[in-house]
């Protein structure tokens, strides 16, 4: 029998948990690129096979019946999907999403393809186009060769189709690409993007196998923080459009975390059809199959009493975390995200891996 979505929404509340708000969707785990960060494994000849239209669409539209908002379309690469634009359309105009977000490399834009997202009236579509370096050099380090060169002339259909305004960078953080971070905002500005939003290495899936990256240093991530600090043109050009972990923290130092967990307001589900309760927590103890087979509903319902236990496990992991005591962030921290605890070490209940940094940050006073 199919879950009535209004008890399931209840149901969800009852566990201690929210709702569901924004969803990461893999559309397909095939990728025109193998790059040697992704925590998700995906390359060309994945297993992982386009997800059919129809099914893409009974998961967004089972989402929006649980009351979610928000859908960002990911992969694999999108627009390697034969189906992306139907996706799109649908989301975008046969649902009730007041935010959606199609996440590329932009490597395969055409002007054709620009010029059919540049149609596209709605207002609530952006397009988050992955940049890891201000340079060929350092992006093409994380996604290979010539990678740099496409993702610019993508970038460029996209900017001639009238598209900048709904444009949005995202940077994963390294210790070789972190310092290009301001040069790659100014040029981005010159290009009419309005926003630039970055988040560190996590050291999982392709990423965790490799010595070639690593998360930028403690001293990187204070160094950007006196940038900000100090010099008054790149303040004002990050408060218009930057966002980027260490001066989020740092403009966030004093207040406290009173929220555990957000499970499962910003779920994922992969291109296999496993649903995890949180983007940022791989747990496979805490995924359930079968999305592809049976509505969001159901599958929510089957997976609260597992779910339960994440808001429970983090008030425990807070109250043990030792290492916290007397660390100026304590207050706001409280041992970081117990996602990126469990990618990095399989532990949910050890601090996150980025404590050196986030306590280089919160030292600055
Ligand atoms: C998995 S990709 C898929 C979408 C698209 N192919 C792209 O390159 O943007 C989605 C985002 O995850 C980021 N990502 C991949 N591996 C990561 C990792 N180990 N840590 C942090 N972000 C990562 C990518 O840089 C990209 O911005």
Not at 130 to 154: E, I, P
Request: hydrophobic share 40%.
């Amino acid at each position: 029998m199919l879950a009535n979505p209004e008890k399931v929404i209840q149901s969800i509340r009852d566990a201690g948990l929210q709702p569901p708000e924004m969803l990461t969707l893999m559309i397909t785990g095939r990728c025109n690129l193998r790059c040697r960060h992704c925590w998700l494994d995906c390359r060309p000849e994945s297993a992982a096979a386009p997800v059919p239209v129809n099914v893409v669409c009974d998961i967004i539209d089972g989402f929006t019946r649980l009351g979610g908002t928000g859908l960002s379309l990911t992969g694999g690469e999108v627009l390697t999907h034969p189906d992306w634009f139907e996706i799109l359309v649908f989301a975008c105009e046969h649902t009730g999403l007041k935010e959606v977000c199609l996440q590329t490399n932009a490597m395969l834009v055409t002007p054709h393809m620009a010029a059919e997202v540049s149609a596209l009236s709605s207002g609530r579509l952006s397009i988050q186009i992955s940049m890891d370096g201000a340079s060929a050099k350092s992006h093409d380090l994380v996604r290979g060769k010539g990678s740099f060169n496409r993702a610019l002339r993508g970038l460029n259909c996209l900017l001639e189709a009238g598209v900048g305004p709904r444009i949005r960078v995202a940077f994963t953080e390294m210790a070789h690409n972190f310092d290009g971070i301001p040069r790659l905002m100014k040029k981005l500005e010159t290009f009419g993007i309005r926003r630039m939003v970055s988040s560190t290495l996590v050291k999982d899936g392709r990423a965790g196998r490799t010595n070639r990256l690593a998360l930028p240093t403690p001293d990187q991530y204070a160094e950007m923080v006196n940038f900000y600090r100090f010099d008054a043109a790149f303040r004002t050009l990050y408060d218009k459009m930057g966002s980027i972990s260490a001066i989020e923290w740092y403009k966030g130092r004093s207040i406290s975390a009173t929220q555990v967990c957000s499970c499962i307001k910003t779920p994922f589900v992969t291109a296999e059809g496993r649903m995890y309760p949180c983007v940022m927590l791989s747990a496979e103890k805490y995924s359930v199959g079968g999305i592809h087979q049976r509505s969001m509903a159901d599958v929510v319902l089957a997976a609260l009493p597992l779910w339960a236990q994440l808001p429970v496990i983090e008030r425990k992991r807070r109250r043990a975390l030792r290492d916290c005591r007397g660390c100026p962030g304590e207050v706001h921290c409280q041992g970081g995200c117990m996602g990126r605890a469990y990618a990095v070490c399989g532990d949910l209940m050890s601090v996150e891996d980025r404590c050196a940094l986030r306590r280089a940050v919160y030292q600055l006073g």
